[in-house]
């Protein structure tokens, strides 16, 4: 029930050869897909000079919010109502 050693031999040898070809196919197929899955690289200079202009602009829009909201705050009583404050707020924990 044992094989020969040549017709061992042949047995391996036709399992190298296929694994040889299965290897190969698989080597050109990545080979070929390869450059279709990488993304194309674009280099990108940032515009500096927007960037500092649109900082600028939020920042003159955050000072304009802040005045109409103190010109509001002085203009304006403020009516302050405290529910459920600190209960010990009465009481003394000292000895």
Do not use: C
């Amino acid at each position: 029930m044992f094989m020969t050693g040549r017709a061992l031999h042949r047995v391996y040898v036709g399992l190298l050869t296929t694994i040889a070809v299965l290897l190969a196919v698989l080597v050109i197929e990545l080979w070929n897909l390869a450059p279709s899955m990488l993304p194309i690289a674009t280099a990108q200079v940032p515009d500096t000079a927007l960037q500092r202009k649109q900082i600028v602009d939020e920042a003159r829009r955050t000072n304009q919010l802040l005045s109409a909201i103190l010109t509001h705050l002085e203009a304006k009583s403020i009516k302050v109502e405290m529910i459920g404050g600190d209960k010990s707020a009465g009481r003394r924990t000292g000895r």
